[in-house]
């Protein structure tokens, strides 16, 4: 079946080449003086289209080839088949790495007031709520990413080479982000390069550990919408310090270091 997800190079071309668009014009108004109500909403509804782009692409190249759509089909009908330890890794294990990363960072100095849960985004959006945004995104993202992405690149190369791929992929993906004013990753650039470079390398060891748990799972789509949603929550019900997160990556890496380790035929065979 992996040889029918051969359109690696129009997959990831419209699903960069699309949001890279929508995305750049909303940070374009984001920035502009005097911004009026309606464009307000041109921004939001750009920022929303371009979160959205990836899974029509995907939606496209399934309802093209019937062989696709039926092992999509099938994979959605084993969608809460998750075995109980992949199930609790999924929705635990980021949430947990985020405590456990504020209780190391009380040892060097950082304040205890992290753990205040506030119930405020520490990022703004336009026309939506920003928690919308953080439900949002992970389900429509995992729907392009592992129905059709991961797969597609998988067909050429080990599980390892494709999450680094796809990681690479998934920064640059980001990048016109960073510019939309006061949205996370905009927000996240301002505080430094160190915690630019965390976001960045964080990617890395995220889609390592979600991959996993996606093959683990028998390619299934729910485990990985849950571990993206828990990533988002996690990050942002807190109160927490950029430190913090650094933290937390290098925990999250001992993990991932661990998986490979353990799981060697899946990763590099």
Same mark, same amino acid.
């Given at each position: ?5 051969? *359109? ?66 099938? *994979? ?13 890794? @999924? ?49 429509? %993202? %995992? ?46 650039? @301002? %505080? ?10 964080? #990617? ?28 988002? #929550?996690?990050? %942002? ?33």
């Amino acid at each position: 079946m992996m040889e029918k997800y051969n *359109r690696t190079i129009f997959f990831y071309g419209w699903s960069l080449f699309i949001p890279w668009v929508l995305w750049f014009a909303a940070a374009y108004i984001s920035h502009m003086p005097n911004i009026t109500p309606w464009m307000v909403k041109l921004q939001g509804w750009l920022s929303i289209a371009g979160l959205t782009a990836p899974v029509l692409v995907a939606a496209l190249l399934f309802a093209s080839n019937n062989m696709l759509l039926k092992d999509l089909k099938r *994979r959605f009908n084993q969608t809460f088949k998750i075995p109980s330890f992949y199930l609790a890794v @999924a929705v635990g294990l980021i949430f947990v790495s985020m405590v456990v990363a504020q209780l190391i960072s009380l040892l060097f100095g950082y304040s205890i007031s992290q753990f205040h849960i506030s119930g405020h985004p520490t990022f703004t959006s336009a026309l939506f709520s920003p928690w919308f945004i953080l439900l949002f995104a992970p389900v429509v %993202e %995992e729907i392009a990413w592992h129905t059709y992405g991961t797969d597609t690149l998988r067909r050429k190369f080990n599980l390892f080479n494709t999450s680094l791929i796809f990681a690479a992929y998934w920064v640059f993906w980001h990048l016109p982000l960073s510019f939309i004013k006061g949205y996370y990753h905009s927000n996240m650039v @301002a %505080e430094g390069w160190i915690y630019t470079l965390n976001f960045v390398f964080s #990617l890395f060891v995220f889609v390592i550990l979600m991959n996993w748990l996606y093959y683990k799972t028998n390619r299934n789509i729910l485990v990985t919408i849950l571990f993206h949603l828990s990533a988002n #929550l996690s990050n %942002e019900i807190f109160a927490t310090h950029p430190m913090s997160k650094v933290i937390q990556t290098t925990l999250l890496l001992m993990v991932s270091v661990g998986v490979l380790i353990k799981n060697k035929e899946l990763f590099f065979k």
